[in-house]
């Protein structure tokens, strides 16, 4: 987080950036948001979802779903679509993310009737997760949710199954790498993660990006590389239609985005300057990840 913050600031004091790009990862945004606010120079986020950092001021943006809905999605998935009514939990002390969609998915499935049965802590960087997933395993869960970036999600999957759980494995945006699999390997095959795209989208724009994505870097684009074209398209949009090329020209452009057909999806910048959309659900099989449905509000 420092880093980010040493960057943003030279950026803006000795560069003199008009607009920034980033952050990725929420706690990360969350140190860089204060300065790109200090000096009120527009900041959009492609997929930071902790919803403190579009409250940290008015010159801050993402093109992203935050914790909040997000959270809740895949709680109304487990308990309305798959039909389990046992949680556990295990999730990242050191992340804003992790503990802010661990919080909503709590909420949200006690709600609709569901219990957590075993709610465990880790830090980002542990690899040894056992005595986590032993006292989950005795609680013997329906599923388990695993709110956190895909380098441990992969590790916890692989301990999991060495431990003989069973549980349908859940997850966020933040699983959404190629690495999933060389970590996680067969382990992470069947789980769902809630994701900001998926491949399998039949819009348009969507179709269009992985196209133009695979002729330029020979590979399949991630949501991560879907979300952070579409937050450079954002901008783009709003420094051509901005009436000067200033900081609060621009901040006014990206407030009035509506519909704008992204690769991720519509996308309409709502008051809080966060995005109103559609999460996607996908399933890991094999290498790939199948579309399984869209869920809104």
Same mark, same amino acid.
């Given at each position: 987080?420092?880093?980010?913050?040493?960057?943003?600031?030279?950026?803006?004091?000795?560069?003199?950036?008009? +607009? $920034? &790009?980033?952050?990725?990862? =929420?706690?990360? *945004? /969350?140190?860089? @948001?204060?300065?790109?606010?200090?000096?009120?120079?527009?900041?959009?986020?492609?997929?930071?979802?902790?919803?403190?950092?579009?409250?940290?001021?008015?010159?801050?943006?993402?093109?992203?779903?935050?914790?909040?809905?997000?959270?809740?999605?895949?709680?109304?998935?487990?308990?309305?679509?798959?039909?389990?009514?046992?949680? +556990? $939990? &295990?999730?990242?002390?050191? =992340?804003?993310? *992790? /503990?802010?969609? @661990?919080?909503?998915?709590?909420?949200?499935?006690?709600?609709?009737?569901?219990?957590?049965?075993?709610?465990?802590?880790?830090?980002?960087?542990?690899?040894?997760?056992?005595?986590?997933?032993?006292?989950?395993?005795?609680?013997?869960?329906?599923?388990?949710?695993?709110?956190?970036?895909?380098?441990?999600?992969?590790?916890? +999957?692989?301990?999991?199954?060495?431990?003989?759980?069973?549980?349908?494995?859940?997850?966020?945006?933040?699983?959404?790498?190629?690495?999933?699999?060389?970590?996680?390997?067969?382990?992470?095959?069947?789980?769902?993660?809630?994701?900001?795209?998926?491949?399998?989208?039949?819009?348009?724009?969507?179709?269009?990006?992985?196209?133009?994505?695979?002729?330029?870097?020979?590979?399949?684009?991630?949501?991560?590389? +879907?979300?952070?074209?579409?937050?450079?398209?954002?901008?783009?949009?709003?420094?051509?239609?901005?009436?000067?090329?200033?900081?609060?020209?621009?901040?006014?452009?990206?407030?009035?985005?509506?519909?704008?057909?992204?690769?991720?999806?519509?996308?309409?910048?709502?008051?809080?300057?966060?995005?109103?959309?559609?999460?996607?659900?996908?399933?890991?099989?094999?290498?790939?990840?199948?579309?399984?449905?869209?869920?809104?509000?």
């Amino acid at each position: 987080p420092e880093e980010a913050a040493a960057v943003v600031k030279k950026l803006i004091t000795q560069d003199n950036v008009i +607009a $920034i &790009l980033g952050e990725v990862a =929420s706690t990360r *945004s /969350l140190a860089a @948001a204060p300065i790109a606010q200090k000096y009120k120079i527009p900041m959009v986020s492609p997929s930071s979802t902790n919803p403190k950092v579009t409250q940290v001021g008015d010159y801050i943006f993402r093109v992203c779903f935050i914790d909040p809905f997000q959270g809740p999605v895949m709680a109304r998935f487990a308990h309305d679509n798959l039909k389990l009514s046992k949680v +556990a $939990i &295990l999730k990242d002390l050191k =992340s804003d993310y *992790s /503990l802010g969609l @661990a919080e909503f998915f709590t909420s949200k499935f006690k709600e609709l009737g569901g219990q957590i049965v075993s709610e465990q802590n880790f830090q980002t960087g542990d690899s040894d997760f056992k005595g986590q997933l032993t006292r989950i395993r005795s609680a013997n869960p329906d599923a388990l949710f695993i709110p956190a970036y895909y380098t441990e999600v992969g590790l916890i +999957a692989r301990q999991a199954r060495q431990l003989g759980i069973k549980a349908v494995l859940l997850g966020g945006d933040g699983w959404d790498s190629p690495k999933l699999f060389e970590i996680g390997q067969d382990a992470v095959n069947g789980a769902y993660f809630s994701n900001h795209y998926a491949s399998e989208s039949p819009n348009p724009a969507t179709q269009k990006f992985i196209k133009d994505y695979k002729a330029k870097f020979n590979e399949s684009p991630d949501g991560l590389s +879907a979300a952070g074209y579409d937050a450079a398209m954002i901008l783009l949009n709003a420094i051509e239609k901005a009436a000067d090329l200033t900081p609060d020209g621009i901040r006014a452009q990206l407030a009035s985005t509506k519909d704008f057909e992204g690769a991720t999806g519509k996308i309409t910048i709502n008051g809080e300057r966060n995005a109103d959309k559609d999460a996607f659900i996908v399933k890991v099989e094999g290498k790939a990840l199948k579309f399984v449905t869209l869920l809104g509000p």
